[in-house]
Structure formats: C-alpha cells, structure tokens
C-alpha cells in the first residue's frame, strides 16, 4: 500500500477517502520489566539486546454487487505484514519503585475508501450461441463501488515505557 491508492492493475483501484487525523501504537513486544529498588537515590536501566518481531494484520471486506448490477456479494481478507529489528542501547534514568520495559511498537493509522472502475452491463444482450443469450459490459474506470477500511502502518519503532 502506497500514496493515495492501492493499484490492482492497471484500472482498478482502492481509493482512500478518509483517514484518522491522528496515529495509533500497536505494540508488538515487550520485553522483561525492571524495577528500580526502593531505598536508592536512582536507577539506570540498560538493554543490550537486538530483538526481531514479526507483525501482521489483517481487515475482512464485504461487497454488494448490486451497484454493478450482478448477483451475490463477494467477501475477502486481505493483510499486511512485516519485522521489525530493533537493538536496545539507550540508558533509562530512573528513580527509586519506577519499571521500566523495552517494546516495540508500530504506529498505525486508520483509513477507509471505496473501490473505483469496474465492467458495468450496457443493458443490451448479445448472441454468443445459437441457444443462449448473453449481456454486453463496457469497462467504466470512474464507477465507485464498495467499501474498504484498514489500519495501515505509517512507521515502526522501539524504546522503553517507563511507570510507576
């Protein structure tokens, strides 16, 4: 998925239409807590570790045909997927009962839109035997038709959340 659209061909396409004003964090891992013994002034807490995760989502569609006047709907589930690679070095200063965790996480930003082009029935009906009839379609690269939504990552990073 990238810009605007989502190209399937060279036609048809997914256009986004709306979009969350602001991001949202997945966090994919988490690694082991720490805490700060009571009793000292403060804490450093260090992670010395390369971590890979792997990330996957994924959003069920539902389309009416009606609007391109054929039978049925059609339902699907499309993802995405990745890894991320994240190396732990960055001390954390803490202070005296506080945790800390390392993580890793995904910014994510909900999206919807539409579908746009498809074949359309002319309304006209053709011969293709000697005993049936068939309908006549002409490819319409304007037609808006369905909807779609996803949560669609906009970056990944890693760091460490701190609480008391």
């Known amino acids: 998925m990238t810009g605007d659209t989502l190209r399937s061909g060279d036609t048809s396409y997914a256009r986004v239409k709306q979009q969350a004003s602001k991001t949202w964090e997945d966090w994919i ?3 082991p807590i720490y805490q ?3 009793g000292v002034e403060q804490c450093t807490y260090a992670w ?3 971590k890979l995760s792997g990330w996957r989502w994924s959003t069920g569609v539902s389309m009416d045909l009606a609007g391109l006047k054929l039978p049925g709907t059609v339902s699907g589930d499309f993802g995405r997927y990745g890894e991320m690679s994240t ?3 960055a001390t954390v200063y803490m202070k005296p009962g506080q945790y ?3 993580i890793q996480k995904v910014i994510r930003r909900w999206r919807s839109g539409d579908f746009v082009g498809a074949f359309r029935r002319t309304g006209n009906t053709c011969n293709y035997s ?3 009839k068939g309908q006549e379609f002409y490819w319409d690269g304007g037609y808006a038709w ?3 939504s996803d949560n669609r990552r906009q970056w990944e990073t890693g760091g460490h959340h701190t609480w008391f």
Do not use: Y
């Open 130 to 132: 000697s005993w049936q």
């Open 146 to 148: 369905g909807r779609w």
């Open 36 to 38: 700060c013994p009571r």
């Open 100 to 102: 800390a965790q390392p």
């Open 87 to 89: 190396t732990f070095t």
């Open 29 to 31: 891992w988490r690694g």
């Open 48 to 50: 010395g570790q390369t």
